[in-house]
Nanobody, 126 residues
Framework: QAQLVESGGGSVQAGGSLRLSCAAS???????ITWFRQVPGNEREGVAG????????YGTDSVKGRFTISQDNAKNTVYLQMDSLKPEDTAMYYC????????????????????WGQGTQVIVSS
């Protein structure tokens, strides 16, 4: 059974919006879920993370003011609301989970995460 399942990707025009969802297994021990994105040939980039206590970390300044991370703990689901999308936001988006002391760390590092979803593709056309 998959521990993390992403959904909500798709194709939109620049300026549009998408909302990604990351559903976590109820059996997954974690207090931090983070969204990453990756373009072929590039490193996987941390976008935003949220702790179960609500603390939020953004991994890149390029999404501040446009992307919003949130969660519904009752549904074990984390959302990434993406507004004012740009072509450079085109990527495969992944969610990842971990159990850290105190929740998500201030700095997002790919190697800190053990559990990963399969990814959902986002394409933004100009």
């Amino acid at each position: 059974q998959a521990q993390l399942v992403e959904s909500g990707g798709g194709s939109v025009q620049a300026g549009g919006s998408l909302r990604l969802s990351c559903a976590a297994s109820v059996f997954l021990r974690r207090n931090c879920i983070t969204w990453f994105r990756q373009v072929p040939g590039n490193e996987r980039e941390g976008v935003a993370g949220i702790s179960t206590n609500g603390a939020i970390t953004y991994g890149t300044d390029s999404v501040k003011g446009r992307f919003t991370i949130s969660q519904d703990n009752a549904k074990n689901t984390v959302y990434l609301q993406m507004d004012s999308l740009k072509p450079e936001d085109t990527a495969m988006y992944y969610c990842a989970a971990a159990q850290f002391i105190g929740g998500c760390y201030p700095r997002i590092r790919r190697d800190d995460f053990v559990y990963w979803g399969q990814g959902t593709q986002v394409i933004v056309s100009s």
